[in-house]
C-alpha cells in the first residue's frame, strides 16, 4: 500500500497517511488483519472514528454526553475525574477506565497511569488493531458483516454511510 491508498482509504491527509501507513501495516500485521476484506473494513472504521486519521484524542467539551462517562461503572469510571482522564483516544476511541486497562495489559503497557499513550501513533494503532481482533471483527468482516462491525466499535450505526463510502474506496485500493 502506499501512503496515496491509505490516504483514499482513510479519508486523511497525505501527510497523515505518510506517518500512520508504516505504523497501520504493522498492526495489522501483529493482529492477523491480513486479508484485503479485513483490511478494507478495519480501515474504513479507523479512518471514520479517527476523522481521517486526525483526532487521536476525543475532542473534550465537555458536552453533556461526556459528563455521562463520570460514574459510569460499566466503563471502570470510579474515581472523580475517570470520565476526562480516560476518554475516547486511538483510532478506534477507547474509552473508560476498565477498557484502558484491558487494552494497556494486551498491548504490555500501564494505561492507568499513562492514559495519554494512547494518543500516540504507535499504541493509536495498534490499540485499534487489538480491539478489532479481540471482538471478533476479523470473522465479521469475512462474513462481510459491515453493519455488525460498526456496532460492535459505535455501539450504533452513527456514520454509516461515510464508513461504507471508506470501505469501498479502502476495497479499491487493496484489489
Known amino acids: 500500500m502506499t501512503p496515496q491508498d491509505l490516504s483514499h482509504a482513510t479519508g486523511a491527509r497525505i501527510d497523515r497517511a505518510m506517518t500512520f501507513l508504516p505504523i497501520i501495516e504493522a498492526a495489522m500485521a501483529e493482529f492477523d488483519i491480513n486479508t484485503p476484506q479485513r483490511q478494507a473494513s478495519f480501515l474504513a472504521q479507523i479512518g471514520h472514528e479517527s476523522g481521517g486519521l486526525h483526532w487521536l484524542v476525543e475532542l473534550w467539551g465537555p458536552t453533556p ?59 493509536a494503532a495498534r490499540s485499534a488493531a487489538w480491539f478489532w481482533q479481540a471482538h471478533g471483527l476479523n470473522e465479521l468482516a469475512d462474513a462481510g458483516d459491515f453493519v455488525r462491525i460498526t456496532r460492535r466499535i459505535n455501539g450504533g450505526t452513527n456514520g454509516l454511510p461515510e464508513r461504507l463510502a471508506l470501505f469501498s474506496a479502502a476495497s479499491e485500493v487493496l484489489a
Do not use: C
Open 65 to 123: 454526553a461526556q459528563v455521562r462517562y463520570e460514574g459510569r461503572a460499566d466503563l471502570g469510571n470510579t474515581e472523580p475525574d475517570d470520565g476526562y482522564r480516560y476518554r475516547g483516544r486511538g483510532l478506534i476511541q477507547t474509552t473508560g477506565r476498565n477498557n484502558y486497562k484491558l487494552t494497556g495489559e494486551a498491548l504490555g503497557i500501564d494505561l492507568i497511569t499513562e492514559p495519554e499513550h494512547l494518543g500516540e501513533p504507535e499504541f
